[in-house]
Structure formats: structure tokens, C-alpha cells
Nanobody, 126 residues
Framework: QVQLVESGGGLVQAGGSLRLSCAAS?????????MGWYRQAPGKQQREKVA????????DYADSAKGRFTISRDNAKKTVYLQMNSLKTEDTGVYYC??????????????????WGQGTQVTVSS
């Protein structure tokens, strides 16, 4: 079993900041896994990749996140973070942590053997 538990979501004013955390446990060798963050905006069917980080620390970001969001990991704590600054109303959604794979030239992808967390709500008000 693998568990990914997100925390840190909440309600914030536009221009503010939040830091999301995702703690991994169970049957996972965390330091060997690529990790990512996705979000699902209200009224949309698909989850959008926001950021990813490889086991070696390479990162990729959605265009909408570049310059504002930073993904990082602490292997000793088996935790991945998403620091979100200068938040906009369009950042609103449920943010999901994922464990998967990372491909050079593409970035993070969850793959068939990946795992999802349950999500944490982020609401940015104007």
C-alpha cells in the first residue's frame, strides 16, 4: 500500500501565498520516485499538471506556474512541497499529489503504476 496525504490548502486572497505538502508512506521507496502536483479547476473534467520533480531533482512546470510556483522535495521526510506565490483566482482548484515517473524532455507523468493522493482544496478569492 502507498499513501500520499496532501495538506496546506485553504482560502487565500489573490496575490497571497500557500505552501502545499504531500507526505508519502507505505510501500514506496520515496527517494527513487518522481513526484508531481496536479490540479482540477472547478467545472473542468481533467487534471492539469502543475509541476513535477524527478528523483534527481530536475523540475518541470506548467506555463501558468512558471515564475510563481516552486516544487521541492525532502527525501528524509518523504515529503514533496509546492510553494505557491502571487496566487491568482485561476489557481483555484483541488490540488493532487502524485507519485510516478519523469522523462527527460517531457517531465513528470503519473503512468499506469503511479499513485494519487486524495487532494487538498485551494481557493483564491479576488
Amino acid at each position: 500500500q502507498v499513501q500520499l496525504v496532501e495538506s496546506g490548502g485553504g482560502l487565500v486572497q489573490a496575490g497571497g501565498s500557500l505552501r502545499l505538502s504531500c507526505a508519502a508512506s507505505g510501500n514506496i521507496i520515496f527517494r527513487f520516485n518522481a513526484m508531481g502536483w496536479y490540479r482540477q479547476a472547478p467545472g473542468k473534467q481533467q487534471r492539469e499538471k502543475v509541476a513535477g520533480i524527478s528523483s534527481g531533482g530536475s523540475t518541470d512546470y506548467a506555463d501558468s506556474a512558471k515564475g510563481r510556483f516552486t516544487i521541492s522535495r525532502d527525501n528524509a521526510k518523504k515529503t514533496v512541497y509546492l510553494q505557491m506565490n502571487s496566487l491568482k483566482t485561476e489557481d483555484t482548484g483541488v490540488y493532487y499529489c502524485a507519485a510516478g515517473d519523469y522523462m527527460a524532455g517531457y517531465g513528470f507523468y503519473i503512468g499506469a503504476s503511479g499513485h494519487w493522493g486524495q487532494g487538498t482544496q485551494v481557493t483564491v478569492s479576488s
